[in-house]
């Protein structure tokens, strides 16, 4: 009898030691990575049919993972894109919806108010970094990533300075570095987060990761382009210039540049490994909107937007439909597909369900978490809003099938709808607004209702209001 107690007494001291890491272990937060890349077109990656250059390791994120094929990203443009992603809130609604400049350096920045996706994962006793392009805040605003949320920042601050990959300067937290202009800006934001993972390995991390490739100016070191300057020697005497700077062969140089950015995801995954933490950590890859036509990038040769029509600054779906991968072994299927009608206002409220932290109320996104794990019932969009204040105004609604794109409405606001049945027409070629009246008429309706009025973006027949 003796010895029974005996036994049972350290039955009982191992269950109460074990016990507890037991279950710090089943309700440990996933770690988190959101891979941004910078004017990336859907058709830029293998997995998403590109033929002319390799992304062998965001395909493997793909074929480990999920896959997204009506995914869309806030904005057509840098910032707002940005702004949308931070916040949970559509282009209506979000507080900055265009690119707009400081003099002498930075955008106008997102207010002090602004509740952000760093600054609910803190609350959820997540660590926060960011590395890359923030354009959000000029250094010191209200709207600096420090005072928005982030543990830790490196990188553009300013989103123009970020048009060229050999800066004279980057930010480390609201510090300002000083560079030799002969460095790429892009492995010293690479080196950074990779450290941060490191730094932060045994809690729970957030590293968002808006990285400045494939953004023109295309600069990528030689040894990336090279291999493509003998493959495309067609191109060898073209120039292209952005920024005040001029490259040769820019589509090698663009080849070049996905290349490396593959390259870099690829050293993500393999730290994960390296540090053990794959199973419990989400890795995200999206673009901020469209394919560029700018630096001497040729979208068409490289079917860079896939089969829809337009480019960055437009609002068919070349300009917002965006890739969107995520992989998480163990939790999300390995070689799944989904065709969630999602956008880039989705990301925040899935981050904090994942998180286990509440969700802001009045925001525009939904969370994604019942189509990754395959757990619960998918909530759904009754439509996606998007507008735009450059060449003209723009505004676009996706609902279910239907697609709805206003532009030049400047000066008229009841400018003409022209809609597509998007499922039957991705090209949006096929203006079938005449047949469907009550079609358009609901989307003018999600116009209005979608749309409030903001003190620095307005659309021009909101600034001559008298």
Known sequence: MLKYFATLLVAVVVLGLVAPRLAQAETKKPNIIYIMADDLGIGDLGCYGQQKFETPNIDRMAAEGMLFTQHYSGSTVCAPTRSVLMTGLHTGHTPVRGNAEVNPVGQQPIPDETVTMPELLKKA????????????????????????????????????NA??????????????????????????IMDHALQ??????????????PI????????????YSEPFRKKFPEFENKKGKYAGTTVTNPIAAFAGMCTKMDEDVGRVLHLLKELNLDDNTIVMFTSDNGAHQEGGHNPEFFDSNGPYRGHKRDLTDGGIRTPFIVRWPGHVKAGSESDLISAHWDVLPTLCQLASVEVPKNIDGISMVPTLTG?????????????????????????????????????DPDAHIALYNIEEDVDESDDVSEKHPEVVAKIRQIFDEAHTENDRFKFGFERNKK
Not at 140 to 152: A, L
Not at 164 to 188: A, M, V
Request: hydrophobic share 25%.
């Open 125 to 160: 006793g997540y660590v926060t970094g960011a590395f890359g392009k923030w354009g959000l805040g000029y250094p010191g605003s209200e709207g600096d990533p420090i005072k928005q949320g982030f543990d830790v920042f490196y990188g553009y601050n300013c989103q123009r």
């Open 212 to 223: 400045t490739i494939p953004h023109a100016a295309m600069h990528v070191p030689e040894e």
């Open 196 to 209: 941060f993972i490191r730094d932060n390995k045994d809690k729970p991390f957030y590293c968002y990761l």
């Open 163 to 188: 048009h060229t990959y050999y800066p004279t300067w980057l930010y480390d937290n609201e510090k300002k570095i000083e560079l030799d202009g002969k460095t790429y800006s892009h492995d010293l």
């Open 375 to 411: 757990e619960g019932k998918q909530a759904k969009h009754d439509y996606l809003y998007f507008e735009f204040f450059e060449r003209g105004g723009k505004r676009a609604v996706r609902m279910n099938q239907w697609k709805g794109v206003q532009n030049d409405m400047t000066n």
